[in-house]
């Protein structure tokens, strides 16, 4: 196994009720990459992080995490090396000091290193004036941030998120993305999240990857996927919302002229060959 590669699916599938819910020949996430899982719902998402987690365990195929097979029998001691966060923050009924301390109690931390280790991913998340107060009293975004503080003390490998921001306002939303690439990227950590927003994916991620039915549809960096969607439907979740149903008309050196129901558009005669195609427009085209 390349060590560039923190983890790798290969030829992972899983079955349900006789349903095949995922479907995956290969996927790799390489080291401190930041991989954003786009698709639209019942995509796979969730079940794609869950394999990874090795919380769920694929029908066929192998999941690995730094060349270690997740079916063998050092699942919890591999699992322990990641950390997963999720759209609601599922704190703890305690003070936050005790929520971001919970996992390197469980992990056999000495007092004296867990006090400096808290205090430096609270302040790293902006929540060290809240470390003495309940969980149960923080605003959403506190929250949070206390679940990210959390699950990053531990030192995970490999960080899984899961719609970690959906229920977040949107200036808040866009913060704690910027705040997590930073992080993230000093760290050196190696990050999936999983979105439903592309703002989302352009803040935060190096790469994206579209699941449609539980299949890979398109893997590059946002921009690609942004500027040369693979298909009608990674066109309109990436934001092209217009697709009109095109039909070249004429050509005129190197311009084509396409005719669809909305007018004619001229385009560069690279954009489409003879005949008729989808067109995808961005929003204000
Ligand atoms: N235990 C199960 N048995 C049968 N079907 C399941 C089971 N768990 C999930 N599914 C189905 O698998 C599909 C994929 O679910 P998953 O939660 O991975 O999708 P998702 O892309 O994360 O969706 P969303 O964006 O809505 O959260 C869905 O159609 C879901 O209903």
Same mark, same amino acid.
């Given at each position: ?18 349903? /095949? ?34 919380? $769920? ?11 270690? /097979? ?6 919890? $001691? ?7 966060? *999720? ?24 007092? /004296? ?60 939303? $866009? ?23 592309? $703002?989302?994916?352009? @803040? @935060? ?6 699941? /449609? ?23 309109? *979740? ?5 697709? @009109? ?41």
């Amino acid at each position: 196994m390349n060590p560039e590669v923190c983890a790798a699916l290969e030829k992972v599938e899983v079955v349900k009720s006789r349903r /095949s819910l995922l479907q995956i020949d290969k996927l790799h996430f390489r080291a401190g990459e930041i991989t954003a899982i786009i698709g639209p719902n019942g995509a796979g998402k969730s079940t794609l992080l869950k394999v990874l987690h090795g919380l $769920e365990k694929p029908t066929a195929g192998t999941v690995c995490f730094r060349g270690q /097979s997740l079916g063998g029998r050092d699942l919890l $001691e591999l699992r322990r090396r990641m950390a997963m966060v *999720f759209q609601s923050p599922c704190l703890f009924q305690t003070t936050v000091y005790e929520n971001i301390a919970a996992g390197l109690r469980i992990r056999k931390f000495r007092r /004296s290193e867990i006090d400096p280790i808290v205090r430096r991913w609270a302040a790293r998340f902006g929540v060290e004036p809240l470390l003495e107060r309940q969980a149960r009293h923080l605003s959403g975004g506190e929250a949070q941030r206390v679940a990210l503080a959390r699950a990053l003390a531990c030192g995970p490998e490999l960080f899984l998120l899961d719609e970690p921001f959906a229920s977040l306002d949107p200036p808040t939303r $866009e913060a704690l993305c910027r705040e997590l690439r930073a992080v993230i990227k000093e760290e050196g950590i190696t990050a999936v999240v999983v979105t439903h927003v592309m $703002e989302e994916v352009f @803040l @935060l991620a190096d790469r994206a990857v579209m699941l /449609s039915a539980g299949r890979v549809v398109q893997d590059g960096t946002p921009e690609e996927l942004l500027a040369r969607p693979a298909n009608s439907e990674v066109a309109d *979740f990436v934001g092209k919302r217009r697709i @009109l149903l095109g039909r070249v008309v004429a050509r005129t050196g190197e311009m084509v002229e396409v005719a669809t129901p909305e007018g004619r558009f001229r385009l560069p005669a690279a954009a489409g060959g003879e005949g008729t195609f989808l067109l995808c427009l961005r929003e204000g085209e």
